[in-house]
């Protein structure tokens, strides 16, 4: 059964009820033509699952009533990635589509000093937030993930290296001999990726003095969106096997 998005203030418990309005209702009705009477698996992108049957159909929003309900566990391994904003927004909206199908928790666009970056007014931020969020959306329902991914407005390469809560900080370099040795299961783990010329030498000094340990992804160079799929790819690897751990 193919899971759909809503947000919690949508869902009343105690009433076995919620409604689903916005992109998911028009993915729903317009393009699916789901009916009334029909059953759906809706979330609240915060481990909540409930099935639930379609009893209303109006022309902006749905309701449905709860059958059943329940908790999906949380999941015990968290990656952060934060990417350099790129040239071509195209390649970087690939990586929230990829890192999220492959389980990504938290996604920070970052400024670089290499960063190809136009300062943007508090509306078109906004709007580029809204389209992102669109993408993992639709990435997370076709992976039928019950957690969302956070997404956040864009931050500076010092305020990434200032944040803390991290079992691992890891900066791929180009130039790095260190091996990516380090087992991130049941961890919380963050890596930095340089946009299109990668890190300046001060960048990665810096990132060290505040905790990150370089590693190298290989001998051939990664485009930036390439290495942030990499890395979440690697950690979903290093999971492979382990059945009881669910990353999603």
């Known amino acids: 059964m193919e899971l759909f998005y809503t947000a919690r203030q949508n869902i009343d418990l105690n009433a076995s009820s919620l409604v689903v309005d916005g992109d998911e209702f028009h993915h729903l009705i317009r393009v699916l033509r789901k009916k009334k009477g029909e059953m759906i698996l809706v979330t609240d992108g915060n481990g909540l699952s409930c099935k639930v049957q379609i009893v209303e159909v109006g022309q902006l929003s749905l309701e449905g009533k709860i059958i059943t309900h329940s908790l999906v566990e949380r999941p015990k391994t968290n990656v952060t990635v934060a990417l350099s904003l790129l040239k071509n927004p195209q390649r970087f ?84 001999k260190e091996a990516p040795v380090v087992y991130c299961s049941g961890k919380n783990t963050i890596f930095m990726i340089g ?25 051939t160079i990664l485009r930036a969106e390439t290495a942030g799929v990499f890395v979440v790819a690697m950690v979903r690897a290093q999971l492979f096997g382990e059945m009881s751990q669910r990353w999603f």
């Open 93 to 176: 909206e690939w990586f929230l589509e990829k890192s999220t199908e492959l389980g990504i928790s938290s996604i920070i666009p970052m400024i670089t000093l290499r960063t190809f970056f136009h300062p943007l007014s508090r509306e078109k931020v906004q709007s580029r937030l809204k389209r992102w969020n669109s993408i993992v959306l639709s990435a997370a329902r076709q992976s039928k993930r019950y957690y969302l991914p956070q997404l956040i407005e864009p931050i500076s390469f010092s305020q990434v290296c200032s944040l803390n809560g991290y079992d691992f900080k890891l900066i791929p370099y180009e130039l790095s």
């Open 195 to 219: 946009g299109e010329g990668g890190f300046t030498a001060d960048e990665i000094q810096a990132a060290k003095s505040a905790g990150f340990y370089e590693i190298s992804l290989g001998q």
